[in-house]
């Protein structure tokens, strides 16, 4: 089974910036796909951003300019700077990876979330 352990989040001020981080762990042979997802209030979950296993990142289009996806050197773990915030980017944002496991088994998985709140 694939855990994944987010960090950063919080409290930021409208222009500010702020670094999520997610790592997986667990038999995993290889991450097809790593991300991060969010979804604020009365809204449904949307993607962000995402890295693939050859190193492409797509972006939506209401970050892109603003936020940048990496990843470390294991592709276990990936990064998400967010710069220029604003309001609307106040959201909980979940990890979330497609990856395939030694024994072959393919499995998607989510983190638990972490809360970005960005005031005005």
């Known amino acids: 089974q694939v855990q994944l352990l987010e960090s950063g989040g919080g409290l930021a001020q409208a222009g500010g910036s702020l670094r999520l981080s997610c790592a997986a762990s667990?038999?995993?042979?290889?991450?097809?796909?790593m991300g991060w997802y969010r979804q604020g209030p009365g809204n449904k979950r949307e993607l962000v951003a995402d890295?693939?296993?050859?190193?492409?990142?797509s972006y939506a289009d209401s970050v892109r300019g603003r936020f940048t996806i990496s990843r470390d050197s294991t592709k276990k773990v990936i990064y998400l700077q967010m710069n220029s915030l604003k309001t609307e980017d106040t959201a909980v944002y979940y990890c979330?990876?497609?990856?395939?496991?030694?024994?072959?088994?393919?499995?998607?998985?989510w983190g638990q979330g972490t809360q970005v709140t960005v005031s005005s």
């Open positions: 667990g038999s995993i042979w290889i991450i097809n796909n």
């Open positions: 890295i693939s296993d050859g190193g492409a990142t």
């Open positions: 979330h990876t497609d990856a395939v496991h030694y024994s072959g088994v393919r499995e998607v998985s």
